[in-house]
């Protein structure tokens, strides 16, 4: 009997995803075992810094990834948003699972939409994308930096700390909380971050059983979709550091990527752009796509 170990943050979110790993596994072999290995992450022992300071949403991945290099686990599962886009000499992205909801999701207290908020209510969220576009819909929110898992951040509303926070609506989902909900923004508009929804599946490169694993169980117009989404950001270096949105869809044999770019300024507009190409092109739209927004160039 074959076995997999699957390393995961121990997160109710992580958990969640790792298990939906498990189950596309056991589904292509059902006599697997899988296993999961918990691990802690710098981002989940120190909860009162800012992404910012204690190093981008990638400090949440090294700790699965160190995981993997140890020969711990076989697989890391991963909030694809939260992986950095630098390739990796040891480690590759073996599969993308089925893209969630790619879309993100205000909790208000009273249930309000966001246009229906009081001029100055308070948004928490720890994302610079999200506090970027909730500046540019309402200049004149307040957005509080907020971190912790999804039921601590819901806590705050509860508790009247925040009016309202934003969180990835496919985690909700996956966590059953979809009825908290005051409202889904369009993806158009409300640009989610680059590969955000999806679970990637990640093993040694040198571990050719595993890979072949998870090539099976790849889903391909995910990986399409979100590669150019992750080439337009790898191409602006901007980690997570810069307010950075991006959202692919193919149209038939039509791959349509619609992306945006803000500034530190607070005060500043997020620029956007949109770009089309053929799936088989989503790396050089990305790319390219990055360059005109840099530039200032739009279509």
Do not use: W
């Not at 576009?133 to 509303?157: E, F, M, S």
């Amino acid at each position: 009997m074959s076995a997999v170990r699957i390393a995961t943050r121990a997160s109710a979110l992580a958990l969640a995803q790792a298990e939906e790993a498990a189950a596309a596994l056991r589904a292509r072999e059902p006599t697997l075992t899988v296993e999961l290995v918990h691990v802690r992450s710098e981002g989940d022992i120190d909860r009162s810094s800012s992404l910012r300071v204690i190093g981008g949403r990638g400090v949440f991945v090294k700790a699965v990834e160190d995981a993997l290099r140890r020969g711990d686990a076989d697989v890391a599962a991963h909030s694809l948003k939260d992986v950095p886009t630098q390739p990796l000499d040891d480690l590759v992205l073996g599969a993308m699972l089925p893209r969630a909801d790619p879309r993100d999701a205000l909790v208000e207290v009273r249930g309000a939409r966001l246009a229906a908020l009081a001029a100055g209510a308070r948004i928490g969220t720890g994302s610079a994308r999200r506090a970027a576009l909730l500046r540019a819909l309402r200049p004149d929110v307040q957005v509080v930096d907020v971190r912790g898992n999804v039921d601590t951040r819901i806590g705050k509303v509860a508790s009247g700390e925040v009016d309202g926070v934003v969180l990835a609506t496919a985690g909700l989902v996956r966590l059953g909380r979809l009825g908290e909900v005051a409202q889904v923004f369009a993806a158009h508009e409300f640009l989610p971050a680059p590969g955000q929804g999806a679970i990637a599946l990640q093993c040694r490169a040198d571990d050719a059983v595993t890979r072949a694993r998870l090539a099976a169980i790849d889903d391909v117009d995910t990986r399409v979709c979100v590669e150019a989404e992750r080439a337009f950001l790898g191409a602006l270096g901007a980690g997570c550091t810069l307010p950075v949105g991006a959202y692919a869809q193919l149209d038939g044999d039509v791959l349509v990527l619609r992306a945006m770019l803000g500034s530190d300024a607070e005060a500043a507009m997020p620029v956007f752009g949109d770009a089309t190409g053929r799936p088989g092109d989503g790396v050089a739209l990305g790319r390219g796509l990055a360059e005109r927004l840099l530039a200032g160039v739009l279509p």
